[in-house]
């Protein structure tokens, strides 16, 4: 039998911010994909519990500490991934993010900090790090970035993340046309309003149900309609894509203004 396109069997691939929500979710999607995978985020206690559930499942998974903030903490992460997998990093996931919580005027310089450094910062030191090594031996790689619909259009009380997210959008078509040439495609993921258990309670809110009004498809997105676009870009079946940006929201970005 012929196998699938979206089969990731013999990849190996890292999951910033994997500790819960949508990073937890997409290291399950590629694991159950046939990818070995490593969980990576700052609370490595929280990363253990799910490493162990996954490998209850006959899932291939590992546990790193990363802060991603932090040049010496990516490189000993990234080291740590491959002596764990036994080869390079060739799928990445660059999902760890904040978001802050206050309009323009009140925020103060540490919140700037924090957004910009995590998401955009971040995201530019992990890629930076998986791309020499595999710029290194000379194998190719994908590297998935989320965005979010937030970088395409805006939204009040968060400034930062969407200055981070509308950073990280042309990063990510920076990073396809120099990386081509060695056969590494860099692509973004841009969810719109996703739910989780972070953010269930929220969505409860009379605020967040008008939100949720004006999304064309009426409800909010789940996260297993992110699994076929994230496998997309991860997987021979995006093959000829690079520098894209797959956004996913229910038709959010198309809603009158």
Partial sequence: MKPSAFDLGGRRALVTGASGGLGLHFAEVLARAGAEVVLAARRMETLVTEVERLRGQRLRAHAVSLD????????????????????????LVNNAGVSGQHFFLQVEEAEWDTVVDTNLKGAYLVARAVARRLVERATPGSIIHIASILGLRVSGAVAPYCASKAGLIQLTKAMALELARHRIRVNALAPGYIETDFNREFFESEAAKKLIARIPFRRLGHLHELDGPLLLLASDAGGYMSGSVLEVDGGHLCSTL
């Fill in 68 to 91: 991603v903030t932090q040049a010496d903490s990516v490189s000993a992460a990234v080291a740590r991934a491959e002596a764990l997998t036994g080869g390079v990093v060739d799928v």
